[in-house]
């Protein structure tokens, strides 16, 4: 029953860390000219499916997936448009290498532990059967 209780512990501890190998990343907005307006450039680019969140310059702050985007607004898969004009900070959702490392070598102690505290659990109840 212990080894139950500590193969669960583990599983969860495992899916925290593994879970957070994402970090937000800025996006550069530039406005560029044409000779009758104006569109945007978005450095990285936005691809459907991407997440960001984005302050606007009115203060106000949201999230969404991406669904497309033209050189005037941002369109969320919940049916959201963002005007790439109003937005002051926008951040993309990527994966962190420094996350994903960390999170591959925590996966490897936790590893370790379960099989040691299993291989552990059956020598002492071996020793026990023995006796």
């Known amino acids: 029953?212990?080894?139950?209780?500590?193969?669960?512990?583990?599983?969860?501890?495992?899916t925290l860390i593994i879970?957070?190998?994402?970090?937000?990343?800025?996006?550069?907005?530039?406005?560029?000219?044409?000779?009758?307006?104006?569109?945007y450039l978005m450095q990285p680019m936005l691809y459907s499916g991407d997440k960001v969140r984005y302050q606007l310059k009115n203060g106000a702050t949201g999230e969404l997936t991406v669904s497309?985007?033209?050189?005037?607004?941002i369109y969320g898969?919940?049916?959201?448009?963002?005007?790439?004009?109003?937005?002051?900070k926008l951040e993309k959702r990527g994966i962190s290498d420094g996350k994903t490392a960390a999170a591959v070598g925590g996966g490897s102690v936790v590893l370790v532990a379960?099989?040691?505290?299993?291989?552990?659990?059956?020598?002492?109840?071996?020793?026990?059967a023995g006796t």
Do not use: E, P, W
């Not at 937000?24 to 307006?37: C, F, H, K, T």
């Not at 898969?77 to 002051?88: F, K, L, N, P, R």
């Not at 379960?114 to 026990?128: P, W």
């Open 1 to 14: 029953m212990k080894q139950l209780k500590t193969l669960s512990a583990a599983l969860i501890a495992a």
């Open 19 to 39: 879970s957070g190998c994402h970090s937000y990343y800025g996006v550069n907005v530039r406005q560029q000219s044409l000779n009758n307006g104006s569109y």
């Open 114 to 128: 379960i099989l040691f505290t299993a291989f552990l659990g059956i020598a002492v109840a071996g020793v026990m």
């Open 68 to 73: 497309r985007t033209d050189q005037q607004n």
């Open 77 to 88: 898969d919940d049916g959201s448009v963002v005007a790439v004009s109003q937005i002051s």
